[in-house]
């Protein structure tokens, strides 16, 4: 990402202004896995639908280890204003946003982590902030990240599934096949051999027959 940060970075321990006070940013985290999601700007139409479906799902963060927190480029207190939107939007008027919003006015944030939407500006011709997803290890560095234009809403059920495959990877010498979902059979890495990989696992290795005669499809159930 243009003027951001790559996968395997530790990810910038910024300082900022949020909904529960000010942070830095990996005393947040603590030693739990984290999630940052920007937001073009407050009172917007499609943001307010996906903090309201991320407050929804809260639980399943939680579940995870993952601790949740967004961004805006306005100010706490239109934060504050806004949650109450978000909240009744979801069906759950008077209970408090589930995490907190970063506020970044001055787009100082949103410019280290390269998360400027060139294309789609504000009311004063200024570039709004993509929808930026990141995702970031218990060791502070950076596992995962998604860019969505500032127009197109991201799938939260999309994000939970990267993030099971993020922590079980991260355990297990295994990658997770396309649409692979917890429960489904994964991958044995290729620097496995297949003496490694019957020690490692007892469940057993099947391997898929190929024209080429590789034998580099091998699947296993954990």
Known sequence: ???????????????????????????????????????????????????ACAAKVSDEFKKRGVKMIALSLDSVEDHYKWSKDVMAFGNAAGSPLPY??????????????????PDEMDKDGM?????????IGPDKKLKLSIL??????????????????LQLTAQKKVATPVDWKPGNK???????????????????????????GKKYLRYTQI
């Not at 529960?20 to 499609?46: A, N």
């Not at 970044?104 to 280290?112: A, F, G, I, W, Y």
């Not at 570039?127 to 995702?135: E, I």
């Not at 500032?150 to 599934?161: K, Q």
């Open 1 to 51: 990402m243009p003027g951001g940060i790559l996968l395997g970075d530790v990810f910038p321990n910024f300082e900022a202004d949020t909904t529960i006070g000010r942070i830095k940013f990996h005393d947040f985290l603590g030693d739990s896995w984290g999630i940052l999601f920007s937001h073009p700007k407050d009172f917007t139409p499609v943001c307010t639908t996906e903090l």
């Open 100 to 117: 907190p919003i970063i506020a970044d006015e001055k787009r100082e944030l949103s410019v280290q982590l390269g998360m400027l939407d």
């Open 127 to 135: 570039p709004l902030t993509a929808r930026c997803v990141f995702v």
């Open 148 to 165: 969505y234009p500032a127009t197109t809403g991201r799938n939260f059920d999309e994000i939970l599934r990267v993030i099971d495959s």
């Open 186 to 212: 994964v991958m044995v890495i290729p620097s496995l051999s297949d003496a490694e990989a019957a020690a490692l696992f007892p469940n057993g290795v099947t391997t898929t027959e190929l024209p080429s």
